[in-house]
């Protein structure tokens, strides 16, 4: 199992980024994939994260209203539409997978994490 994270750069507040978690080596869907972040002295926190069997969804209070996630199972990718960010976005960015359906934002519970790709937000 393999998790890869791209879409992440330098971008201005009020911004938008596009991240991209491709996966493989899964043999079924029973699984949660997960956004997280974490930003320099602080503890990693959840974004987002997706059922992919159900659809169901979750996102932090931080993210409602500006970050929506959405999978292409044909694909094998999950997928982190940011809008209107702000600098304390700033941060790398994981995706993390969990085989269970549970949209569940604690990072603990989330078995295989991709290397992290980095968003830093100007003001």
């Known amino acids: 199992v393999q998790l890869v994270e791209s879409g992440g750069g330098l971008v201005q507040a009020g911004g938008s980024l596009r991240l991209t978690c491709t996966t493989s080596?899964?043999?079924?869907?029973?699984?949660?994939i997960g956004w997280f972040r974490q930003a320099p002295g602080k503890e990693r926190e959840g974004v987002s994260c997706?059922?992919?069997?159900?659809?169901?969804?979750e996102y932090a209070v931080s993210a409602k209203g500006r970050f929506t996630i959405s999978d292409d199972s044909a694909k094998n990718t999950v997928y982190l539409q940011m809008n209107n960010l702000e600098p304390d976005d700033t941060a790398m960015y994981y995706c993390?997978?969990?085989?269970?359906?549970?949209?569940?934002?604690?990072?603990?519970?989330?078995?295989?994490w991709g290397q992290g790709t980095q968003v830093t937000v100007s003001s």
């Open positions: 997706i059922d992919i069997s159900y659809k169901s969804t």
């Open positions: 080596g899964f043999t079924n869907d029973n699984q949660t």
């Open positions: 993390a997978v969990k085989l269970l359906h549970d949209v569940s934002l604690n990072f603990k519970e989330y078995d295989v």
